[in-house]
């Protein structure tokens, strides 16, 4: 199958304009998301403190992508669904809840990889 137009380099940075445009808006707009981005940091400043192996910040790395690439799926579904249909609605509420659903699973799995990485490397 032939690509349906040419590679354009312009095209190409563009778009990554466009996908960093979604971030600074789920930034801005969205409290779960910045909760996220603390967690986050908290894990990272953790990591640095405690030396945590490269294998294990592998691992933190991977789980926070997750965690950001739920939340910021979960907005844009929530976002899509008010367009779809602004009243409320029994269909566009269990949707939206299957897409927060998706990041409560996701963050309950970062809470997991924190808990087996750090638990171990704190001396009470």
Avoid: Q
Wanted: glycine share 4%; with cysteine.
């Amino acid at each position: 199958m032939e690509p349906t137009e040419k590679f354009s380099l312009s095209k190409r940075i563009r778009s990554f304009k466009y996908a960093f445009n979604g971030l600074w808006e789920v930034v801005l707009r969205e409290h779960n998301f910045r909760i996220h981005l603390l967690a986050a940091g908290v894990a990272v400043y953790a990591g640095f403190y405690f030396n945590i192996s490269g294998d294990e910040w592998i691992a933190i790395i991977l789980v926070i992508a997750m965690v950001w690439s739920f939340e910021i799926v979960n907005a844009a579904i929530e976002k899509l669904c008010d367009v779809v249909l602004p009243r409320e609605d029994k269909r566009i509420k269990i949707i939206k809840d299957m897409a927060a659903a998706a990041v409560l699973l996701a963050a309950i799995a970062s809470l997991v990889v924190a808990a087996i990485i750090f638990i171990p490397k704190v001396r009470l």
